[in-house]
């Protein structure tokens, strides 16, 4: 399904790579992968291409809708390729209407690693993303009591929409 031989050249790098790179490295990669032998059934799923001193890469096939809600990588940018369906991705403003940005098949876009963002994925879409420096920690946010809060995730674990949060900006919004 994917060649293992461009994915172990595209892997390859010393030391941190900036948004754009992680976003060049997420095409290269789109460009190997046979989407048409993927695995269709189930909800979705989530395969680690390779992890290295340098970066992080996985291929994110998703079944049903899935929000991330408003997270940080802890330091990590990110390029994000989208290989089919349809993906948005909206940082945290505060004080101004919201920026939603969506991007469709052959599409992709970079975040910085200071940054705090939320991605909603459609049902069907299929992407790449590429971290830098490898993923440590996953911080999501939401409101408790109506004060922000940061939870840690393992970056093998998925988060989901923060629900509080969203509730409040879309009241903002009305
Ligand atoms: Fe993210």
């Known amino acids: ?8 050249s595209v892997a390859a790098a010393e030391g941190p790579l900036s ?10 990669v789109a460009a190997s992968v046979d989407s048409a032998a993927l695995d269709r059934a189930g909800v979705g799923d989530a395969m680690l291409l390779w992890r290295n001193e340098s970066s ?42 919201r920026r939603i940005s969506t991007y469709g098949a052959g599409e992709s876009f970079s975040f910085p690693g200071s940054g705090i963002h939320r991605m909603d994925h459609e049902p069907g879409a299929v992407t ?8 440590r920690v996953i911080g ?24 509080a949060l969203n509730d409040a900006f879309s009241e903002r919004a009305s």
């Open 1 to 8: 399904m994917i060649d293992e031989a461009l994915l172990q």
């Open 19 to 28: 948004p754009e790179q992680c976003a060049e490295k997420a095409r290269l």
């Open 56 to 97: 992080e890469a996985w291929l994110n096939t998703w079944r049903e809708p899935r929000d991330t809600g408003y997270h940080d990588h802890d330091g990590s940018c990110v390029g994000v390729h989208v290989l089919e369906g349809v993906a948005s991705n909206e940082p945290l403003v505060i004080g101004g209407p």
């Open 128 to 135: 790449i993303h590429v971290y830098s420096p490898p993923l």
């Open 140 to 163: 999501h946010y939401d409101l408790v009591d109506g004060a922000l809060q940061r939870r840690a995730f393992s970056p093998d674990e998925p988060t989901g929409p923060s629900g």
